[in-house]
């Protein structure tokens, strides 16, 4: 039997195939430089901080805290957030760790912040921590008394608020003061002692032993950079919004394996973001039984019916 094949054309002696890889880069590089419009930066209200912790029926809407250590954290990991939001109903409460370390610019921050939370349907707390000392293991073991009055104020507002969720960067997350917010977060719950779930996150460090690879619509990414952009003056300074998507791309990448062992086969999400999840039982942290991967079709409540179960 003859098999027939149909022959590429003849190019010209003067032309050469299309570099698709080249293409596909280009397209890639066009987006880096992209001019997304930045936040106008005016708002109809814009209060001085502290902000009063308002009341919240947590019997009618369950609440997820984020413990945010700068202002822009609230957008870089609050997919979780958002979908329980949506989904599910939660109140998102974002707590400003700090305003960041340049005091010059703290009231500015706490502007652009307030513009970032309303975009997102967040409900701003400043933290208020007493002397607004540094966040780091430094001061942890320098500064005792100090941080424990730190620990304690938040644990205050665990009380007030009783979080179902807690949000906060895992203990290697790559900056000092992300590492310092998860260690005062575990020493907060401590103070606390009622169980909740708490999401570590990550950013600046990838978490060790992520055990959640949770997808994001593509909705969601457009949401969380709608957001970014009212941190104009940081943006604008270093233009990360422009490589939040790729990054969220690239946790797919990650967690396919990271997550789920190696030599596994990803979900074919577009985007996603990696979490680990425990059961705080109120004195130490328990894990599920097994990790998981949660699409948009499935709601992400869905988590904490796991960590119940296993709980």
Known sequence: MTSVTNPLPELPDDASP?????????????????????????????????????????AAAPVVMLISPHPDDECLVGGLAMRLQRESGFQVVNVAATLGSNVARQAARWHELQRACATL?????????????????????????????????????????????????????????HIGTHALTIDALRLHARPLCLAQSEFWGT??????????????????????????????????????????????RRGG?????????????????????????????????APVAIDVAQPASRLLERLAVSG
């Open 257 to 289: 394996e990271s997550v789920f062992g190696a030599g596994s086969t990803p979900p074919s999400f577009a985007f996603g973001a990696l979490y680990r999840f425990d059961w705080w039982d109120g004195s130490m942290l328990q894990p599920p039984a």
């Open 18 to 58: 299309p570099d698709v890889f080249m293409t596909f880069v280009r397209r890639h590089r066009a987006l880096l430089a992209a001019s997304l419009p930045l936040d106008d930066g005016v708002a109809p209200v814009l209060v001085a901080r502290p902000v009063a912790a308002k009341a919240v029926d947590t």
């Open 121 to 177: 349907a967040f409900d701003l707390v400043d933290a208020a921590l007493p002397g607004r000392q540094p966040l780091t293991l430094a001061r942890r073991g320098a500064d005792p008394a100090g941080w424990r009055t730190d620990a304690a104020r938040l644990a205050e507002l665990f009380a007030q608020y009783r979080p179902q969720v807690v949000i906060c960067p895992h203990g290697g997350d790559g900056s000092a003061t």
């Open 207 to 252: 978490l060790p032993l992520p055990n959640c690879l949770l997808e994001l619509a593509d909705r969601h990414v457009a949401d969380m950079l709608r957001a970014l952009v009212c941190h104009r003056k940081e943006v604008a300074r270093n233009p990360y919004h422009l490589r939040l998507p790729a990054w969220l791309a690239d946790s797919v």
